[in-house]
């Protein structure tokens, strides 16, 4: 079965960076849509980027040169990098993957992680 692991999340000061990464398996990972989405409290969860089989990435504007999105199709593997953060990029931090569906839409994504906390000081 598909299986999305998040990792690298954590605290961070203002202006500092994370690298967060997905480790799927369960599919053929290089042939799925991958997306990174992230909830903070009291909010929807909103789209920060996405990349698909093809290569073309999207991001949502307020991490539009901050964060770069990548994938490793040999280690089954997305990672978000993620530099200048602000306190506003606080959230819990999603990856997702679809055959088909995103970039932007969450319910395009039929697979999603569990999780990982990025915590932005001021």
């Keep these: 079965q598909v299986k999305l692991v ?11 960076s994370l690298r967060l990464s997905c480790a799927a398996s369960g ?3 290089s042939s799925y849509n991958m997306g990174w989405f992230r909830q903070a409290p009291g909010k929807e969860r909103e789209f ?8 073309s990435t999207y991001y949502t504007d307020s ?5 770069t999105i990548s994938r490793d199709n040999a280690k089954n593997t997305m990672c978000l990098q993620m530099n200048s953060l602000k306190p506003e990029d606080t959230a819990v931090y999603y990856c997702a993957a679809d055959p ?16 990982t ?4 000081s001021s």
């Design 6 to 16: 998040e990792s690298g999340g954590g605290l961070v000061q203002a202006g500092g």
């Design 27 to 29: 599919y053929t990972f």
């Design 48 to 55: 920060v980027a996405a990349m698909t089989w093809t290569g």
């Design 63 to 67: 991490v539009k040169g901050r964060f």
């Design 100 to 115: 088909r569906g995103g970039p932007y839409a969450r319910d395009e994504y039929a697979y999603w992680g569990q999780g």
């Design 117 to 120: 906390q990025v915590t932005v």
